[in-house]
């Protein structure tokens, strides 16, 4: 069966006055299969939502193909514009006019029974709100009218920008179990970006990763976690006195294992497992208080592929030898940028 989207080589060069041309998309490629919810992550800048804006005709690219149900767009566009629903970047809406009332004239707008509406703003979880004025919609409120706009249609394409922007926790899980039921039950085929990677984890079915306007990777998103990803020990001691000899045995014991001071703690990697450090450790007459398996997540495995990792920590001196110091703990949260107006930002819903 052939993708839903398929991108090749998509190039888009935005000229700057004194400075050098940015290339916003440089040779991206992406393709999303039918009736899956496909994740499109990357770093601020790195091209998500020029590709959206690109494949809904809101800019002219500089190179490359598009096409969406197999037609060649922005040619055939026309053809399948009316499969397609989207929301991108900030909706805006009448502010004095009611929620259904916003609906019931974008419906009578594109030919859409008005019984659609009471439908999608079912979905959306809006019912008891409609009647109220736009104006005082919280910013998760105005995202879910978005989404039901973008769903009048009954799109067989959903393209969401952020789709839990603003949106607070049992907002989240509402919008994460609509999506999967529009791809798994209707067959609708969803496209997601978003940087609330941990929601990404549990949303997306397929997920693509972009960095500097380029395919970094793509595939399941539990293959591609698995395939990135690997599991570290964090050990403590008594006495952070015993950081350094512990080292000294965990290393010199097998050349193949790291072991790396963290503050107070210490980070092993490559061990055969936790048995062997606790072995290893008691041979050498270091016993441990703790010792805990970390497995990376979606996160850390997306900080690493495209760079964007926290700066680990000082190094630690070492009788003479400098120890490099650990990776941020594997699997904590980690600062991710977010762009202005995403989940992150004030105006959450109330």
């Not at 999303?32 to 790195?46: D, I, K």
């Not at 999608?120 to 998760?140: F, T």
């Not at 107070?264 to 007459?285: C, F, H, K, S, Y």
């Not at 030898?321 to 977010?338: D, E, H, L, N």
């Amino acid at each position: 069966m052939p993708p839903i989207i398929e991108i090749s080589g998509l190039r888009k060069t935005y000229s700057r006055a004194f400075r050098q041309p940015h290339h916003a998309l440089d040779g991206l490629d992406l393709e999303v299969a039918e009736g899956q919810v496909h994740g499109f992550l990357g770093p601020n800048g790195s091209g998500k939502t020029t590709t959206l804006r690109a494949l809904l005709g809101l800019i002219r690219v500089d190179g490359g193909t598009m096409r969406i149900f197999g037609q060649t767009v922005p040619r055939q566009r026309p053809q399948v514009v009316g499969r397609i629903g989207a929301v991108v970047e900030s909706p805006q809406f009448f502010k004095h006019h009611s929620g259904r009332l916003t609906l019931q004239l974008l419906a009578e707008s594109a030919g859409v029974p008005k019984a659609r509406v009471e439908e999608v703003l079912e979905q959306v979880g809006l019912r008891d709100a409609a009647k109220g004025a736009v104006r005082g919609y919280s910013l998760g409120m105005r995202q879910r009218l978005a989404v039901a706009q973008a769903l009048l249609k009954q799109p067989r394409l959903l393209i969401l920008d952020e789709p839990a922007n603003g949106l607070d926790p049992a907002g989240i899980h509402h919008m994460r179990e609509l999506l999967q039921w529009l791809a798994h039950s209707q067959g609708v085929t969803v496209v997601v970006s978003s940087h609330l990677l941990s929601e990404v984890q549990q949303l997306c079915d397929a997920m693509t990763i972009v960095s500097r306007g380029r395919r970094i990777v793509d595939g399941k998103v539990a293959d591609i976690i698995a395939g990135h990803s690997g599991t570290s020990l964090s050990v403590r001691f008594p006495d952070a006195a015993s950081l350094p000899e512990a080292v000294e045995a965990l290393t010199t014991a097998d050349a193949t294992v790291t072991a790396a001071v963290d503050r107070e703690r210490l980070v092993v990697q490559g061990a055969p497992e936790a048995a062997w450090v606790t072995r290893t450790l008691a041979d050498a007459g270091i016993y441990l208080s703790e010792l805990t398996t970390e497995t990376k997540n979606l996160e850390m495995v997306f900080l690493e592929l495209t760079g964007t990792a926290p700066v680990p920590g000082e190094t630690v001196q070492i009788g003479g030898s400098v120890v490099p110091p650990a990776a941020a703990p594997v699997g904590a949260p980690a600062p991710v940028a977010v762009e202005a107006g995403s989940g992150e930002a004030e105006g959450a819903e109330r």
